[in-house]
Each structure stands twice: as C-alpha cells, then as structure tokens.
C-alpha cells in the first residue's frame, strides 16, 4: 500500500521558496501586450534590472523580478520605448505554478 500526502498552504508555500532559490524571483509580473511577445519577454529581460525569466506563456509575457519598488511603471516604460502597447499588467507573489513554469518553461495543463 503507498500511502498519498498532499501538500497544504504552508508546505505548498515552502517548496515553492525552494524552488524559488532557482529563480531567485520575489515578484511575477503578467504582461499582456500587441505585438510580438518574444521580443517584449527579451526585451523586457535585458532591459529591467533584477529580472531573472521572462518568458511567453498562454499569449502574456510572464516576468520573474527580484524587488519590486518602481517595477510597474518601468514595465510599462520599457515596453512602450520598444514600441509596443501595454494592454494589461499584474503583479504578485510567485505561485507554486509559476514557480513549475519558470523552471519548466511549460504550463501545467500542457
């Protein structure tokens, strides 16, 4: 018999700072935008100081900082300097999910 163990809030939280030591990310942001998103993620990346990832997931760039002071509006700055339009923009704290992303590269329902 194998015995099944489930992870609650606090165990969920804690692999996700685990994990989070790979990424060494305290803040992802969701950016969605027009144009091509590649080239946001990349330019996001090279652009914005303590960015770790930026990757193109399900049609949003996903952004992993570490320190969010400011980050919000020099997204938003960076991104219209490249030539692109800003649509919408979120931030929060990593889930375990984005932490699966950020080191995956992959969603989980793909």
Do not use: C, W, Y
């Not at 993620?41 to 652009?47: E, R, T």
């Not at 490249?82 to 992959?106: R, W, Y």
Request: proline content about 2%.
């Amino acid at each position: 018999m194998t015995a099944t163990r489930t992870l609650d809030g606090r165990g969920r939280r804690a692999l996700a700072n685990v994990a989070l030591g790979e990424t060494k990310a305290d803040t992802v942001v969701r950016v969605s935008a027009s144009g091509d998103l590649e080239a946001l993620a990349m330019l996001l990346k090279n652009s914005l100081e303590g960015v770790s990832q930026a990757n193109v997931v399900e049609e949003t760039v996903v952004v992993h900082v570490k320190g969010a002071t400011g980050l919000l509006p020099k997204i938003i700055s960076a991104a219209e300097s490249g030539g692109f339009s800003v649509a919408d923009l979120s931030a929060s704290e990593p889930t375990l999910e984005t932490v699966f992303i950020s080191l995956t590269g992959k969603d989980l329902r793909e």
